[in-house]
């Protein structure tokens, strides 16, 4: 069965610091890969897709994928207390372009 | 760009009756829409997958006749929960690919919040 697996967390990063959020998925298939961040009560929004191997910035924010190992991960810089959320990783199937979603990993900025 | 737009946000209904949530794409055509629904600090669970202009398809346990969905058109989408129970209380959401926009083509609804009582 085609899994992607995350961490429940909650991971807990100090305000300011880099927050490391991992993925790894089972389908050699897939070559898009998503991470979605959801707020409480809301629904999920996209922060970044990657589909090549190695990294991808965009703002405070870096998708880095390893398809050798089947990993995909994001690395959140300068961590701000409103990026408490839970972050969703997702990859792609070939059929009828549906996503395989993690269970997702909470993650708690301190001040 | 890329906007889906789902409503109602949220809805009280008695047990036994009907909801439909509908998801409508502003801007693009949505040639595939998905719906899912997310029990509170769950992941979300597809229930099934619908392209417009014909039947969709229903994930493994998701009843086909209990959560009926119409897609009859590239801009709109609806789900409507029969003879609803309060076991069917969730948060429920649609997604739609917009195929011009390759690897950002998956966009959410705000989400509809269902509560039966």
């Known amino acids: 069965q085609k899994e992607v697996e995350q961490n429940s967390g909650p991971l807990s990063v100090p305000e300011g610091a880099i927050a490391s959020l991992n993925c790894t998925y089972s389908?050699?298939?897939?070559?898009?890969f998503f991470w979605y961040r959801q707020y409480s009560g809301k629904s999920p929004e996209l922060i970044m897709f990657?589909?090549s191997n190695g990294d991808k910035e965009d703002g405070r924010f870096t998708a880095q994928l390893n398809k050798a190992s089947q990993y995909v991960s994001l690395l959140i810089r300068d961590s701000q207390p409103s990026d408490s959320a839970t972050y969703l990783c997702?990859?792609?199937?070939?059929?009828?372009?549906?996503?395989?979603w993690g269970a997702g990993t909470k993650l708690i900025i301190k001040p | 760009g890329a906007v889906v737009s789902q409503h109602p946000s949220w809805v009280i209904c008695k047990s036994g009756t009907s909801v439909k949530i509908e998801c409508r794409s502003l801007?693009?055509?949505?040639?595939?829409m998905f719906w899912y629904r997310q029990f509170p600090k769950q992941s979300l669970m597809l229930m099934a997958t619908?392209?417009?202009?014909?039947?969709?398809?229903?994930e493994q346990g998701v009843e086909k006749d209990k959560f009926l969905i119409n897609h009859a058109s590239l801009t709109l989408s609806t789900l409507t929960v029969t003879s609803a129970h309060p076991e069917d209380s969730s948060f429920y959401i649609c997604?739609?690919?917009?195929?011009?926009?390759?690897?950002?083509?998956?966009?959410f609804g705000s989400g509809t919040r269902l509560t039966v009582v």
């Open positions: 997604s739609a690919r917009d195929s011009r926009r390759g690897g950002y083509g998956y966009t």
């Open positions: 801007d693009f055509q949505a040639t595939t």
């Open positions: 619908s392209n417009e202009g014909s039947k969709a398809t229903y």
């Open positions: 389908d050699r298939g897939s070559q898009s």
């Open positions: 990657i589909y």
């Open positions: 997702a990859a792609d199937m070939d059929s009828n372009y549906q996503l395989i």
